[in-house]
C-alpha cells in the first residue's frame, strides 16, 4: 500500500474495524504500584520514604518510587542501581511468600466487587464490573480520576455514562485496598481488557485513568511500536520485524493475508486487532490452581537420609501452601533432579495417590498434618523416590520438588470456588449439603441480573465444571518445559506470554503448525 493512500483508508478501515465491536462491557485493570517494595514497605515502615530496591540475585527486580526519581529503574543490575544511587536500601525479595500473601488478600477483595476477577500473575487484575453498571441511572456521574485525551467524542451507544460510572467503581475499589491492606494502586477504565491495561499505565503511581471509545486509537497509536502491544512478545516481534513491521501503522495495514502465512489465521487476525484496541478476550475467572507444590535445588545430596531431611523441609512450606488454599489433595508427586557421572542433570517425576486422611470428608477445610500423617507422607515420597534413583548404586540429586494435586471440584468445595461463592444462594441456609446436579446450587436470579452473553458463558463455565471429586484433575496448563509450574504462574505475565511464544516455537518447528496468539488475550 502507498504511503498516501493510507491515511484514507485508515479512516475506512479503522471505523469498519471499530465497528464491529462493541462497547458494552466496563473492565477494569488494577496493577499494584511498585508491589514487592510496597510489601516489603508495609511490612518494615522504618523503610518508607527512603530509597528502595529489592533484589533477586543480582538484579534490582523493582524499586519504590523515591528510588526511581533518583535514577533506580527496574531491573536494573545492583552494581548500575548502587552507581546510580548510592543511598538505595536493598532488600531481599527471593522468598515470594510475603508478596503470594498480600496478592491473595487483594484477590479476595477484589472478588467482593465483581466475581469476574481474573488474576494476572502476582500484581496485576482484570475485573469485568458490567452487571454493576446501573442502567437506569439518569444522573450523570462525573469521572473520578483522570480521562485519557478526551476531545469530547462521545459514542451513541451510551458507553461513555458506563465508563464514568466504572471510574467511580474503581475509585471505591482502589479505596478499600488502601483501607484495608494499605497498599496504593493505579487502574484503567475501558470497555476491553486491552485498552484497559493500556490505559492505566498512562497515570503512575497511585492513580487511575479512563478511556472513552472514541480515544482508544489514539491510545493504541501513542504505543508506536507493536512490540508495546501486551500479548506480542519478542519472538512475534522478531517476525513482524522480519516481515518489516515495526510500527503499529504498518500493523494495522499489513495485508492480513501476509500476516496469515507468517502467524497462522487466528492470530494474524487477533494481532491486527488488537493493533486497533479490539479485543473481545472475556475476564476469564481465575480457578484454584490444579496443583500446589515448591521445589528446592541445592548443590548435591547423595544418601537417603539427607533426601529424608530436605522432604520434611519441603514438605512443610508446601502444606502449608496447602492449608491455605484448603482443598484436599489426593495425589501426590515427587520431582527428582539427578546428576550424572557425565554431569549432565535430569529431571524425572513420579506421582501417586495418597490416602493419609481416610475418612476425612472431601467437604471438611483441612488442617496442620500430624505426626503420623507426615510419616505416612514422607514414606510415600521415599518409595517414589526409590523408583526414581536406584539406591543399590550411588547416586546425587540436585533438587527434590513435592507437589499436591487431584483436589475436589469446585462444585463440591463451594466456600472455597469463587464462582461457586457468588452464585450460592444464602437464602436456604439449613440445607444439607448433598451432592448437587450441575447448576443447582445457583442462584438463579443473581443468573438473570447479568447481561446476557455474560450469563451465557457463566451457563457455560458451570456446565463444564467437573463433577466428580475423585477424578484426578489435569496437572498441566500452558507452563514450558523444565519450568516450575508455580514460579511460572507468578511471573509477570509478559514475562509468561515471552517463554509461552518461545515454547511454541520450539513445538512448531516440530510440528510444523500454524502459529497462535498466547495466553494473553485469550477468547475463552
Ligand atoms: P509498577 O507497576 O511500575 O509501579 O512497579 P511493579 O514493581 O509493580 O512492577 P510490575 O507491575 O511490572 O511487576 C510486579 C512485580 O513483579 C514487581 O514488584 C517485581 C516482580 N517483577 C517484575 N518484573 C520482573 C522480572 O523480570 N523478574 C522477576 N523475578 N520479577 C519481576
Ligand atoms: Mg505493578
Known amino acids: 500500500m502507498e504511503a498516501e493512500d493510507q491515511s484514507d483508508d485508515f479512516t475506512y478501515n479503522s471505523v469498519a474495524i471499530q465497528s464491529s465491536e462493541k462497547h458494552d462491557r466496563v473492565i477494569i485493570h488494577i496493577d499494584i504500584d511498585c508491589f514487592y517494595a510496597q510489601v516489603e514497605m508495609i511490612l518494615n515502615p522504618s523503610l518508607r520514604g527512603k530509597p528502595l530496591g529489592i533484589k533477586q540475585k543480582n538484579i534490582v527486580v523493582t524499586c519504590n518510587y523515591e528510588a526511581r526519581a533518583l535514577g533506580v529503574e527496574k531491573l536494573m543490575s545492583i552494581?548500575?542501581?548502587?552507581?546510580?544511587?548510592?543511598?538505595?536500601?536493598?532488600?531481599?525479595?527471593?522468598?515470594?511468600?510475603?508478596?503470594?500473601?498480600?496478592?491473595?488478600?487483594?484477590?479476595?477483595?477484589?472478588?467482593s466487587f465483581s466475581p469476574f476477577v481474573e488474576k494476572l500473575g502476582l500484581d496485576e487484575n482484570f475485573i469485568d464490573i458490567t452487571h454493576k453498571i446501573n442502567k437506569s441511572s439518569e444522573t450523570t456521574t462525573e469521572v473520578s480520576g483522570h480521562i485519557f485525551q478526551n476531545e469530547d467524542e462521545v459514542c451513541t451507544c451510551g458507553c461513555n455514562d458506563r465508563l464514568k460510572e466504572g471510574s467511580v467503581i474503581a475509585q471505591e475499589i482502589r479505596n478499600q485496598l488502601k483501607a484495608e491492606l494499605g497498599i496504593t494502586t493505579c487502574a484503567g477504565i475501558a470497555c476491553n481488557k486491552l485498552l484497559a491495561k493500556l490505559v492505566g499505565a498512562t497515570h503512575k503511581p497511585n492513580q487511575q485513568t479512563t478511556l472513552f471509545p472514541a480515544s482508544s486509537l489514539k491510545l493504541i497509536k501513542s504505543l508506536k511500536h507493536p512490540r508495546n502491544i501486551p500479548g506480542i512478545g519478542s519472538a512475534m516481534n522478531r517476525k513482524l520485524e522480519a516481515l518489516g513491521i515495526d510500527t503499529i501503522e504498518k500493523l494495522q495495514f499489513t495485508?492480513?493475508?501476509?500476516?496469515?502465512?507468517?502467524?497462522?489465521?487466528?492470530?494474524?487476525?487477533?494481532?491486527?486487532?488488537?493493533?486497533?484496541?479490539?479485543?473481545?478476550?472475556?475476564?476469564?475467572?481465575?480457578?484454584?490452581?490444579?496443583?500446589?507444590?515448591?521445589?528446592?535445588?541445592?548443590?548435591?545430596?547423595?544418601?537417603?537420609?539427607?533426601?529424608?531431611?530436605?522432604?520434611?523441609?519441603?514438605?512443610?512450606?508446601?502444606?502449608?501452601?496447602?492449608?491455605?488454599?484448603?482443598?484436599?489433595?489426593?495425589?501426590?508427586?515427587?520431582?527428582?533432579?539427578?546428576?550424572?557421572?557425565?554431569?549432565?542433570?535430569?529431571?524425572?517425576?513420579?506421582?501417586?495417590?495418597?490416602?493419609?486422611?481416610?475418612?476425612?470428608?472431601?467437604?471438611?477445610?483441612?488442617?496442620?498434618?500430624?505426626?503420623n500423617q507426615e510419616k505416612k507422607v514422607i514414606t510415600t515420597l521415599m518409595n517414589l523416590f526409590e523408583k526414581v534413583v536406584n539406591c543399590d548404586e550411588s547416586w546425587q540429586v540436585t533438587l527434590l520438588g513435592i507437589s499436591f494435586s487431584g483436589f475436589p471440584s469446585g462444585i463440591e468445595s463451594p466456600a472455597k470456588n469463587s464462582i461457586n461463592k457468588y452464585f450460592t444462594s444464602s437464602s436456604r441456609p439449613n440445607e444439607p449439603l448433598q451432592p448437587p446436579a450441575k447448576r443447582s446450587r445457583f442462584d438463579e436470579s443473581v443468573l438473570q441480573e447479568l447481561p446476557p452473553d455474560i450469563r451465557q458463558e457463566v451457563l457455560e463455565e458451570i456446565q463444564q465444571l467437573p463433577s466428580s471429586s475423585t477424578s484426578q484433575q489435569p496437572e498441566d496448563f500452558d507452563c514450558p518445559k523444565g519450568v516450575d509450574p508455580q514460579i511460572f504462574r507468578e511471573l509477570p505475565l509478559e514475562i509468561q506470554n515471552e517463554l509461552l511464544a518461545e515454547e511454541k516455537k520450539k513445538k512448531q518447528i516440530l510440528t510444523k503448525k500454524p502459529n497462535n496468539l498466547l495466553q494473553y488475550f485469550r477468547k475463552v
Open 255 to 371: 495485508d492480513l493475508f501476509k500476516l496469515i502465512e507468517a502467524f497462522g489465521a487466528k492470530t494474524a487476525n487477533q494481532i491486527q486487532q488488537l493493533s486497533f484496541g479490539i479485543d473481545d478476550s472475556r475476564v476469564k475467572i481465575t480457578d484454584k490452581p490444579k496443583s500446589i507444590g515448591a521445589e528446592d535445588g541445592f548443590p548435591t545430596i547423595k544418601t537417603e537420609s539427607e533426601v529424608r531431611k530436605k522432604l520434611k523441609c519441603l514438605l512443610d512450606r508446601v502444606w502449608e501452601l496447602v492449608e491455605k488454599d484448603g482443598r484436599r489433595p489426593s495425589q501426590v508427586k515427587l520431582t527428582v533432579r539427578k546428576l550424572h557421572a557425565t554431569n549432565h542433570s535430569v529431571r524425572e517425576a513420579r506421582q501417586t495417590a495418597i490416602d493419609f486422611m481416610t475418612g476425612v470428608t472431601s467437604n471438611v477445610t483441612i488442617g496442620p498434618l500430624n505426626e
Open 79 to 111: 552494581k548500575t542501581a548502587l552507581e546510580k544511587c548510592p543511598s538505595l536500601v536493598l532488600a531481599n525479595g527471593e522468598d515470594l511468600k510475603k508478596y503470594r500473601d498480600m496478592s491473595e488478600k487483594i484477590y479476595q477483595i477484589l472478588q
